[in-house]
């Protein structure tokens, strides 16, 4: 008897917890959804969230807004979302380096972005393309071979982060070159491209949607492509592999995420709409005019893809023998 009614108060937890789900899904979203970006603004990832928010909002009735949270790679951002209400009224803008490779690039996090995230949908995927300044002398990725071996340690190349897309293929370029490049860190794309363009770092690897840019600007030129083909938005920038490095090729991506303790309907509903809006015909030609690729998935998709990043830029960490920070 007692043992039925066990099952019974059981089975009544569940349809209430399930009523509730569903019921808060219904009412959600009941205030603006922020989408906090781990960079400053300027740079492609801020510029593309943008125009999904601007999509979504009204799709689920409220504003959608942008918060620019830069700092430690992503990291100061994560752990910000991961602070708020797990009510899927704030979403984290996660990337390449902040949800795959930082768990490399850190000895220790204070969140898991496997576990502490549940990641919605991919968003895009982008590549990164080798800046000069066009007075530099630098023609091709032998002229800058040939200039690091003159002088060892001269050359300086930014990023947008420790950790982030342009900071790790640096670090393997230098490496596979057999040249010393020294990093340095900034909190957003645009002062990367500012400093470049002032004469404070000599090249840097660039998300496409700001190379291009750069590029038309007429006072940048591209050496290489991260890419296995050269990108028809460049078409004048030749591969790695045409420059002489076999297998360069890396992808970089962003995806959405909430915190892992958001109830998983208000996660499906977020994922139906980031899918609805990113997928849109005006949404798609703006992302495409930045040379990046638009891709949406499903939540299990895109928490294999997760997986399988994480143990992807293990490798690619392990192969430059960057030495993980504190």
Do not use: C
Request: glycine share 8%.
């Amino acid at each position: 008897m007692q043992k039925h009614l066990s099952m019974m108060l059981a089975g009544l937890l569940a349809i209430v917890l399930q009523a509730g789900s569903t019921a808060s899904a219904q009412d959600f979203p009941s205030k603006p959804i922020r989408i906090v970006a781990p960079f400053a603004p300027g740079g492609s990832p801020d510029v593309i969230a943008r125009i999904v928010a601007e999509e979504m909002k009204d799709d689920v009735g409220q504003p959608v807004v942008v918060e620019n949270r830069p700092g430690a790679g992503g990291n100061l951002a994560a752990e910000y979302v991961l602070r708020q209400e797990p009510d899927g009224h704030t979403l984290f803008l996660g990337t390449t380096g902040n949800m795959a490779a930082n768990k490399s690039i850190f000895k220790s996090l204070p969140f898991d972005p496997e576990t502490d995230f549940t990641p919605l949908t991919l968003a895009y995927a982008s590549t990164n393309v080798l800046l000069v300044r066009k007075d530099s002398g630098m023609k091709s990725i032998q002229d800058l071979i040939e200039r690091a071996k003159q002088k060892p340690g001269s050359i300086t190349f930014g990023s947008p982060g420790v950790g982030t897309a342009g900071h790790l293929i640096g670090e393997v370029f230098g490496k596979r070159a057999g040249i010393e490049i020294k990093h340095v860190a900034y909190k957003g794309q645009a002062q990367v491209i500012a400093d470049l363009r002032g004469g404070h770092i000599d090249i840097s690897f660039e998300a496409i949607a700001t190379a291009i840019q750069a590029i038309k600007s007429g006072d940048m030129i591209g050496l290489a492509i991260a890419t296995k083909e050269r990108n028809p938005k460049l078409p004048d920038v030749p591969t790695f592999q045409e420059s002489g490095f076999d297998n360069f090729a890396f992808q970089a991506w962003a995806l959405m995420a909430a915190s892992s303790k958001t109830p998983p309907a208000i996660a499906q509903r977020l994922n139906a709409a980031l899918v609805k809006a990113i997928n849109s015909k005006p949404v798609r030609e703006k992302i495409d005019s930045l040379g990046v690729q638009v891709g949406t998935s499903s939540i299990e998709e895109a928490r294999a893809l997760l997986k399988a990043e994480v143990a992807l830029w293990r490798e690619v960490v392990k192969t430059t023998g960057f030495k993980p920070l504190d």
